[in-house]
């Protein structure tokens, strides 16, 4: 069992920047590849980012791509999301999950203004 605590979020205004993290339990977190996901009401569900079980590899879909970087620190099983250059575009609930979707964060709330 896996269990993810999203923190972080917050209002910013466009241009700025925030930095989410997500605090994993579970004894397996080092073998899951995890990623942030973004949900905008009335819209699905939207992956945003992807990063291996090692770290080693990182996927950012555009229009993410340059302005957002997904990192992981195994020893301390926490997942980060550092967003810059913010637009009011990226407003939403963010949620880290593996990448597989067995298990999600609560998700927190990123308000770009």
């Known amino acids: 069992q896996v269990q993810l605590v999203e923190s972080g979020g917050g209002s910013v205004q466009a241009g700025g920047s925030l930095r989410l993290s997500c605090a994993s339990s579970?004894?397996?977190?080092?073998?899951?590849?995890m990623g942030w996901v973004r949900q905008v009401p009335g819209k699905e569900r939207e992956g945003v980012t992807s990063?291996?079980?090692?770290?080693?590899?990182?996927y950012v879909k555009e229009p993410w791509k340059g302005r957002f970087t997904i990192s992981r620190d195994n020893a301390k099983t926490t997942l980060y999301l550092q967003m810059n250059t913010l637009k009011t575009e990226d407003t939403g609930v963010y949620y880290c999950?593996?990448?597989?979707?067995?298990?999600w964060g609560q998700g927190t709330q990123v308000t770009v203004s």
């Open positions: 999950a593996t990448v597989r979707g067995e298990y």
């Open positions: 579970g004894s397996i977190y080092g073998t899951l590849c």
């Open positions: 990063i291996g079980s090692d770290g080693s590899s990182q």
